[in-house]
């Protein structure tokens, strides 16, 4: 199989990728492949981030955002999670 390169790509993976996104609260993602054992996957401009600067013409500066790194280690997948 192999890493996806994008949302779209992940989607259409089948029904139960398509789930993983159904409720996302993010509107801005990226895969970055690194190579076969190592992708980071990162998210930004939180829904709740954008509503709210549109109401208020403010933007927050502490936004929801992060990056998921998946790597190899030991035979087996691993992801670590970072919020910024």
Not at 9 to 22: N, P
Not at 26 to 38: A, E, K, L, V, W
Not at 55 to 62: D, P, V
Not at 78 to 83: A, E, G, Q, S, T
């Amino acid at each position: 199989m192999g890493w996806p390169v994008s949302k779209t790509d992940f989607i259409s993976k089948g029904k139960k990728y398509e789930e993983v996104f159904k409720d996302f609260s993010y509107q801005y993602t990226t895969f970055t492949i690194i190579d076969s054992n190592r992708m980071n996957f990162s998210f930004s401009e939180h829904i709740k981030d954008i509503r709210e600067y549109e109401k208020t013409n403010k933007s927050e500066l502490n936004q929801y955002r992060g990056t998921a790194r998946f790597f190899k280690e030991n035979g087996k997948f691993i992801w670590k999670l970072k919020m910024n």
